[in-house]
């Protein structure tokens, strides 16, 4: 791996190994790509996947599989916007590994606690690589559309219809297994909303964009997304009465950035007017809700957010920033927004982590860079990296289409045709590695659930 450029750690005064926080002049692309070059070295520092006997695409313990999928996703976007290849190699790797020898990701050492939105991250990450012309697998490899339309096509036969239990909707998990089982969330679908309404712009088959319109209206109805266009966590299922009574009314910011984009790329497939009107609501709402004087924050747990939460705020604004290639006239409402963020974060990466250079660990509340209480890690990087590199949206090329440019060619027959959503494949000692992801966010979506119940009354 390359790291940043020898001229940049003398510029920070890191030869001398003097502490130091990372300079970035937001009007001086040079700087902006600098202080990103930092970033996404330390958050680089976390992964060991690419070392020999270790495995590509995993981010040692306690990062959960999902965070990791995620991550290289921010890395395909840092090299889109920054042109930094350095990285090229192992991310190209991980996104090619995790897809598993069922070319899915959905492999044997992660299947066992497998949530439709920790698969749906992985396949945001291959939509990605494939939208920005990141480097495909080699021929004989499954490249990146094909695997994201393999998850497609699990979602759709994961999918409860009408008259099924709350009426249609993904489930968290997709095993019976699983914990969250019985919940429907409303990032799982998400994730299918946002693939399918990127695969329909990628491939110009309505089949796709019909789907995601389904998706909407499931969310809709359920009023996971309010009229005010709030968007809530998700609903729960009683097997007692076999109806979904409850709600967990908490607003994430992913949630809603995950469904602002969804929501763009509708509007830029289809031109419709309602696309563009829920466009502007989710920000409208986004505005509200995530920001505290102009400032991502985000409001449920902030500053003692657990690892997963960590993250959210990254996405958002990546959401964001590619919501202002996608509909027009947005960029002059948006682009100002990413600017303060990226000042207000990078002024945070003042801190000492176990690893990475000294002095240049980024912190996770944006709002006081003095409050350290958020820690430092692969998520706080994330966002920071986040809120930098998306200042340059705007020197990029739209997201690539079979029609304007994309190389990855596609293939609507990937997926496990034959998986039985109530029965997961036979456990192997394998799947230890995987277990245990999803636990963080099941136990705060319980306690979000129980406060929302008595908030209720
Ligand atoms: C790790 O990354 C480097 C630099 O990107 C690359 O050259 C190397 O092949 C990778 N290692 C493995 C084991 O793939
Ligand atoms: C599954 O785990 C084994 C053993 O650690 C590893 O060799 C293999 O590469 C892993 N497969 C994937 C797709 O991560
Ligand atoms: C879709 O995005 C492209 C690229 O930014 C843009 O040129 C086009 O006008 C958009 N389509 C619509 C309907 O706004
Ligand atoms: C910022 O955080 C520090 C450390 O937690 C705290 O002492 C200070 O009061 C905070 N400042 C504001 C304006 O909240
Ligand atoms: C469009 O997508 C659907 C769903 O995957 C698929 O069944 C169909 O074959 C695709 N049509 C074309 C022309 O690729």
């Given at each position: 791996?390359?790291?940043?450029?020898?001229?940049?750690?003398?510029?920070?005064?890191?030869?001398n190994?003097?502490?130091?926080a990372?300079?970035?002049?937001?009007?001086?692309?040079?700087?902006?790509?600098?202080a990103?070059?930092?970033?996404?070295?330390?958050?680089?520092?976390?992964?060991?996947?690419n070392?020999?006997?270790?495995?590509?695409?995993?981010?040692?313990?306690?990062?959960?599989?999902?965070?990791?999928?995620?991550?290289?996703?921010?890395?395909?976007?840092?090299?889109?916007?920054?042109?930094?290849?350095s990285?090229?190699d192992?991310?190209?790797?991980?996104?090619?590994?995790?897809?598993?020898?069922?070319?899915?990701?959905?492999?044997?050492?992660?299947?066992?606690?497998m949530?439709?939105?920790?698969?749906?991250?992985?396949?945001?990450?291959?939509?990605?690589?494939?939208?920005?012309?990141?480097?495909?697998?080699?021929?004989?490899?499954?490249?990146?559309?094909?695997?994201v339309?393999?998850?497609?096509?699990?979602?759709?036969?994961?999918?409860?219809?009408?008259?099924?239990?709350?009426?249609?909707?993904?489930?968290?998990?997709?095993y019976?297994?699983?914990?969250?089982?019985?919940?429907?969330?409303?990032?799982?679908?998400?994730?299918?909303?946002?693939?399918?309404?990127?695969?329909?712009?990628?491939?110009?088959?309505?089949?796709?964009?019909?789907?995601?319109?389904?998706?909407?209206?499931?969310?809709?109805g359920?009023?996971?997304?309010?009229?005010?266009?709030?968007?809530?966590?998700?609903?729960?299922?009683?097997?007692?009465?076999?109806?979904?009574?409850?709600?967990?009314?908490?607003?994430w910011?992913?949630?809603?950035?995950?469904?602002l984009?969804g929501?763009?790329?509708?509007?830029?497939?289809?031109?419709?007017?309602?696309?563009?009107?829920?466009?502007?609501?989710?920000?409208?709402?986004?505005?509200?809700?995530?920001?505290?004087?102009?400032?991502?924050f985000?409001?449920?747990?902030?500053?003692?957010c657990?690892?997963?939460?960590?993250?959210?705020?990254?996405?958002?604004?990546?959401?964001?920033?590619?919501?202002?290639q996608?509909?027009?006239?947005?960029?002059?409402?948006?682009?100002?927004?990413?600017?303060?963020?990226?000042?207000a974060?990078?002024?945070?990466?003042?801190?000492?982590?176990?690893?990475g250079?000294?002095?240049?660990?980024?912190?996770?509340?944006w709002?006081?860079?003095?409050?350290?209480?958020?820690?430092y890690?692969?998520?706080?990087?994330?966002?920071?990296?986040?809120?930098?590199?998306?200042?340059?949206?705007g020197?990029?090329?739209?997201?690539?289409?079979?029609e304007?440019?994309?190389?990855?060619?596609?293939?609507?027959?990937?997926?496990?045709?034959?998986?039985?959503?109530?029965q997961?494949?036979?456990?192997?000692?394998?799947?230890?590695?995987?277990?245990?992801?999803v636990?963080?966010?099941?136990?705060?979506?319980?306690?979000?659930?129980?406060?929302?119940?008595?908030?209720?009354?």
């Amino acid at each position: 791996m390359k790291w940043p450029s020898s001229a940049t750690l003398v510029a920070l005064g890191l030869l001398n190994n003097m502490a130091s926080a990372i300079p970035l002049d937001v009007e001086d692309e040079d700087s902006v790509k600098d202080a990103a070059a930092t970033v996404a070295f330390d958050m680089m520092s976390y992964y060991t996947g690419n070392r020999t006997g270790d495995t590509p695409g995993f981010l040692p313990d306690p990062y959960y599989w999902w965070l990791a999928g995620a991550m290289f996703g921010t890395m395909v976007d840092y090299r889109q916007l920054t042109g930094d290849r350095s990285y090229d190699d192992p991310v190209r790797q991980a996104l090619m590994h995790q897809m598993g020898e069922t070319n899915d990701y959905n492999h044997q050492n992660v299947t066992s606690q497998m949530g439709n939105d920790d698969q749906g991250f992985w396949a945001m990450s291959a939509m990605l690589a494939a939208e920005t012309l990141f480097p495909d697998p080699p021929e004989d490899h499954t490249q990146y559309v094909p695997a994201v339309q393999a998850v497609f096509n699990e979602y759709v036969m994961r999918w409860e219809d009408e008259g099924d239990l709350c009426d249609g909707g993904l489930r968290w998990q997709v095993y019976s297994t699983g914990e969250g089982w019985d919940y429907k969330n409303t990032i799982s679908n998400g994730c299918f909303f946002n693939v399918a309404a990127r695969l329909g712009r990628y491939t110009a088959n309505d089949t796709y964009l019909e789907w995601a319109e389904r998706v909407w209206d499931w969310v809709e109805g359920r009023d996971l997304i309010n009229e005010n266009y709030e968007i809530r966590d998700g609903t729960h299922i009683d097997f007692d009465t076999m109806t979904c009574p409850g709600m967990d009314r908490n607003q994430w910011s992913y949630n809603a950035g995950i469904f602002l984009h969804g929501a763009a790329v509708m509007y830029n497939s289809t031109g419709e007017s309602i696309w563009r009107e829920r466009v502007e609501g989710i920000l409208d709402n986004i505005e509200e809700e995530f920001f505290r004087d102009g400032i991502a924050f985000e409001p449920i747990c902030e500053p003692l957010c657990n690892r997963d939460q960590l993250s959210f705020k990254g996405y958002l604004l990546r959401w964001m920033a590619w919501t202002t290639q996608l509909v027009p006239g947005t960029y002059d409402r948006i682009h100002p927004v990413l600017i303060r963020q990226a000042e207000a974060a990078a002024a945070t990466c003042i801190g000492t982590a176990d690893r990475g250079i000294p002095g240049t660990a980024c912190g996770f509340s944006w709002t006081n860079s003095s409050d350290t209480r958020g820690g430092y890690g692969v998520a706080q990087q994330m966002n920071v990296l986040a809120a930098i590199i998306t200042t340059l949206i705007g020197n990029v090329d739209p997201p690539a289409s079979l029609e304007n440019g994309g190389t990855s060619i596609d293939d609507p027959s990937g997926g496990r045709r034959d998986e039985s959503p109530y029965q997961p494949p036979p456990i192997t000692t394998a799947d230890r590695v995987g277990a245990g992801f999803v636990t963080a966010i099941y136990c705060c979506v319980a306690i979000g659930f129980f406060t929302s119940l008595s908030m209720m009354k």
